[in-house]
């Protein structure tokens, strides 16, 4: 056991202890199982006598968890046991964390399946929290809505969240992705032809890209009107830069003796291009795709704010706040954030498969 | 020996000075940027009408990403200036406002179409463009075309709605058939911009009886049980009545207050002056109660268009108005 584990276990017994003494000035028969976890919780302290598994500390942080969602309506206003409980139950859950990522650390790439608990678990612990607390201490729902009213939301509205996630995200994201990544492709390969072009836009290049997109979005919506046309040319705005910065770099990548030895072939400057330098710059190319992903739908979403007919993400966001209806844009960035992840994710396995020979997907092995 | 003198005199200061300095602190929270549409408040901060009722109010702007309603949930403010619908349907969602006062009688809000769209009344609407303000402002528009019984929603025989910025612009640029717009704001700058009567079909919802009530006074209801509150709430609205009748008679320097007191300097003296004319034939400086038949149809539009789910109970006290 390390000292963390150590500390972490001494005070969550400590705590259920107390919280244990405390549960009893009111009457027992109410949020019993609040008072068993806490019970419990006093027990675990004989681990300092007698080990306990990892699997008991999981075991405890989902009693817990359950002890403390089940009795959060008992109590108005909810008292000081209640809130130690909620802690205890956090403190089992990363103790249990803890152990676990100690036991896979060693060949973690072995359990993927085991290894994606500690996520979950941490995930889940952050949900619970966030419940317990705007629930319990009686938050407004229009300053900050728990996670259960928001997964309702998400379940009522479909049809809303649908036609927003296509009028932003396939409508715009996709087209002003596609043509501002190839069109920085295309732009970087003129300019590492071209010394001019080099010496002349690239300065241009990185000026452009650190232009705010609170700027430019009403300037495309004036250009393009209020329709996906301006979100998408938001877009190409914001990913045409990093394509072209990150591969201007990456066509550099191929070393001299590399291209000598295409010279000692006599292979033309398109065979080189094709078949040693856009590989070689496969990395970087990708690193920039992945960085367009995650740009490309906040520029949309921010571009919405800005005038749109009436539906999209970033105009449910912007507008949803005016009419307190804060659980629907909650539930819309629920929507971005998956699907953006979602986004990333594609094109982090398309990486994986398309650059199999870089160290950094093999992981090393020859 | 010294410390304790000067203790003495601190508090002999303090308590001398203390009756003159207890006022109760408000804080009003504006609907929109420092403007003449609040040409009352702004009056009777500047001509310390509020100091005579031994008030200190704070006034915090709004702006396009302001929801009043939000701020006042919050504990930001104490009254809020709000319409109507967007008071009420807040209220729906658990935020108990109450409406204390109606300074603004009648509506500013219109929608504008330049003539060569060839709309000449609403039954010309379907298939075209309409320019919207969202952010809580959507309610009086939305209740108008269910009233009509036109569809909004883009399909065949209904009206395509668009999200309008908070200018002409959409109309100029003929991004939009029709805009919205107000009297004493936006109507202003299409005038500036050369159009007017002559070439404008104008649909002013307060004409066409479907009006809901604006620029309203709301406070929470907890707030209203304790009975100091209350009378501050009282002479707060005493004052801001003075105000708005000071800003009536004296319309260009109710508009260099109005300059004055705008901290981000946007606002202009000529434009102001236009607003204080515009904003001072919709409100009532003699009489702030709310009028209960126009309350009853907002609510009924409300009802009507599922924006509230149920019929309010305690959404506006006469406690205050009342106590005059």
Same mark, same amino acid.
């Given at each position: 056991m390390s000292q963390l584990q150590f500390f972490i276990a001494l005070v969550a017994g400590g705590l259920s202890a107390a919280g244990f003494a405390l549960s009893f000035v009111t009457p027992f028969e109410q949020a019993l199982l609040l008072k068993a976890f806490l019970g419990l919780g006093f027990l675990s302290l004989i681990r300092f006598f007698i080990p306990i598994g990892l699997w008991a500390d999981g075991a405890f942080a989902v009693l817990g968890a359950v002890a403390v969602l089940t009795s959060i309506?008992?109590?108005?206003?909810?008292?000081a046991f209640f809130w130690m409980a909620l802690i205890v139950a956090w403190l089992f859950s990363w103790l249990f964390v803890e152990r676990l990522s100690k036991v896979l650390a060693p060949r973690l790439s072995d359990n993927a399946g085991l290894g994606l608990i500690i996520p979950i678990t941490f995930g889940v612990a952050l949900l619970v929290i966030w419940e317990v607390v705007t629930r319990g201490a009686n938050v407004p729902p229009v300053l900050l809505p728990p996670p259960s009213m928001i997964g309702a939301q998400l379940a009522n509205s479909t049809g809303i969240l649908w036609a927003d996630f296509v009028q932003t995200f396939v409508k715009s994201v996709l087209p002003g992705y596609v043509m501002g990544c190839l069109a920085g492709l295309v732009v970087a390969v003129l300019v590492d032809r071209s010394p001019f072009l080099k010496a002349g836009l690239l300065p241009i290049g990185n000026f452009m890209s650190a232009l705010p997109i609170i700027g430019i979005a009403p300037i495309m919506v004036m250009w393009f009107g209020f329709d996906w046309q301006s979100k998408a040319a938001v877009v190409v705005a914001m990913t045409f830069f990093p394509m072209l910065v990150n591969t201007v770099a990456g066509l550099n990548a191929a070393s001299n003796i590399e291209r000598d030895l295409m010279r000692t072939y006599a292979a033309s400057y398109w065979q080189t291009l094709m078949k040693l330098r856009l590989p070689a710059a496969g990395p970087f190319i990708f690193n920039a795709l992945k960085i367009n992903s995650t740009l490309a739908l906040i520029g949309a979403i921010v571009a919405e704010f800005f005038g749109t007919p009436v539906v999209g993400m970033g105009f449910r966001i912007s507008t949803g706040v005016g009419r307190l209806a804060i659980d629907l844009v909650w539930a819309e960035i629920a929507v971005a954030a998956i699907a953006g992840s979602a986004f990333y994710g594609v094109i982090a396995l398309i990486e994986r498969g398309a650059t199999f020979w870089h160290p950094s997907v093999r992981g090393g092995r020859a | 020996m010294k410390k304790s003198i000067g203790g003495l005199l601190v508090s002999a200061l303090a308590l001398s000075a203390a009756p003159a300095f207890a006022q109760d602190a408000l804080t009003l929270q504006l609907k929109?940027?420092?403007?003449?549409?609040f040409a009352g408040y702004l009056v009777a901060e500047s001509k310390g009408f509020y100091d005579e009722e031994n008030l200190d109010i704070t006034i915090l702007p709004g702006g396009p990403n302001i929801a009043p309603e939000q701020v006042i949930a919050g504990g930001g403010a104490d009254i809020i200036v709000t319409w109507m619908a967007a008071g009420l349907a807040a209220r729906d969602t658990g935020v108990p406002l109450v409406n204390i006062a109606q300074p603004f009688k009648r509506s500013g809000l219109m929608m504008i179409c330049p003539t060569e769209t060839e709309i000449n009344e609403v039954a010309d609407f379907p298939g075209h463009t309409l320019g919207v303000w969202f952010f809580g402002n959507e309610y009086p528009f939305f209740a108008w075309m269910n009233k009509e019984g036109?569809?909004? $929603?883009?399909?065949?025989?209904g009206v395509t709605v668009l999200q309008q910025s908070f200018d002409i612009q959409p109309m100029i640029q003929g991004q939009a058939d029709c805009i919205s717009v107000m009297t004493y704001n936006e109507y202003g700058q299409a005038l500036d911009a050369g159009y007017g009567p002559d070439n404008l079909t104008i649909f002013n919802y307060t004409e066409l009886g479907n009006d809901l009530l604006e620029d309203g006074l709301y406070v929470m209801e907890?707030?209203?049980? $304790?009975p100091a509150k209350v009378d501050a709430y009282t002479r707060f609205v005493r004052a801001s009545m003075k105000g708005w009748e000071y800003a009536a008679a004296n319309p260009e320097e109710a508009a260099q207050i109005v300059v004055d007191m705008d901290e981000t300097g946007a606002a202009t003296l000529e434009h102001q002056l236009y607003m204080t004319g515009e904003v001072a034939k919709l409100v009532d400086p003699a009489d702030p109660a709310l009028d209960m038949a126009t309350y009853d149809r907002t609510v009924k539009a409300l009802l009507d268009q599922s924006i509230i789910k149920a019929e309010p109970?305690?959404?506006?006290?006469?406690v205050v108005t009342d106590g005059l």
């Open positions: 309506g008992i109590f108005q206003p909810a008292p | 929109w940027v420092t403007q003449a549409q036109i569809a909004t $929603d883009g399909s065949e025989g907890d707030s209203l049980d $304790d109970e305690g959404a506006y006290t006469t």
